[in-house]
């Protein structure tokens, strides 16, 4: 089953796609949009997160058997990748990036799909998340877009930024963090599986996005239900230490 499952991952847009459009003709569903969006839903979301949302379907163990992530309890409202505040919920935004980038070795990209698909998709999984009113949008963040060039002045000083807010401690001192850094074995996410920081070193381990815009993003907001704090409190008055940590983190991978 562990091998049959990535697999399933690869295939599940497919699979909607054919679902959503046969021959180049839509499918014809029901009219009104929560509908439509159950029918997206059940095709390719339950089999990880259930048929209520609460994360329990039966491919979602297979993502993180014995640690985390597992595949998302909408239940709990709690959401690791927003543009929100810490505690917030996220935007239709937030979730439509999820849904069309995907999550790298998790949760397939579901790009493929029209926005009108996605948009219907999202309609429907808001309604399994407590307290998200309809036409209501949680307030985003607001980040500087200062997009500072990663020259060796900029990635210096997100060095010294990196070991001042001891990230190292996580992350350890080379970004490597599953291995080297010192608080590993001690980190639990909010449903107590161990978790592992990211490596920094290899891009294709950024679950939230590796542009230089998605780490300061990840910076300021945290990412809710596991150790990774917000520093939007530190980060503000010094907004520019963010994006030269940004550069910083980006330089410690080889692949460009």
């Not at 209501?136 to 980040?143: D, H, R």
């Not at 930024?161 to 080379?174: D, L, M, P, R, V």
């Not at 891009?203 to 520093?231: C, E, H, Q, Y």
Request: aromatic share 10%; glycine share 10%; with cysteine.
């Amino acid at each position: 089953m562990r091998r049959i499952f990535p697999l399933m991952l690869l295939l599940m847009p497919i699979t909607v796609l054919v679902g959503y459009q046969a021959q180049g003709e839509p499918v014809e569903l029901p009219a009104d949009s929560p509908s439509k969006g159950k029918t997206i839903y059940e095709q390719a979301c339950k089999w990880c997160h259930g048929g209520s949302g609460a994360g329990d379907g039966p491919a979602g163990f297979f993502t993180g058997p014995y640690s985390s992530p597992r595949a998302r309890d909408f239940t709990v409202g709690n959401f690791r990748f927003r543009s929100t505040e810490s505690g917030e919920l996220p935007t239709d935004q937030d979730l439509r990036r999820v849904i069309t980038r995907g999550i790298p070795g998790y949760m397939p990209s579901f790009a493929g799909l029209p926005r009108q698909a996605v948009d219907d998709v999202i309609r429907y999984l808001k309604t399994f998340i407590p307290d998200m009113v309809e036409g209501v949008q949680p307030l985003q963040m607001t980040i500087e877009n200062l997009s500072i060039p990663p020259t060796p002045d900029s990635i210096r000083k997100g060095r010294e930024a990196y070991f001042e807010f001891t990230c190292n401690e996580c992350h350890g001192n080379s970004g490597r963090g599953k291995t080297s850094g010192a608080n590993v074995a001690k980190l639990l996410d909010n449903t107590l599986l161990p978790i592992t920081p990211t490596d920094l070193t290899n891009r294709f381990a950024f679950k939230n996005g590796w542009s230089t815009r998605d780490i300061v993003r990840t910076l300021m907001t945290g990412l809710d239900g596991t150790p990774m704090p917000s520093f939007a409190n530190e980060f503000q008055p010094r907004i520019a230490d963010a994006w030269h940590m940004a550069n910083f983190i980006r330089s410690l991978s080889s692949d460009p």
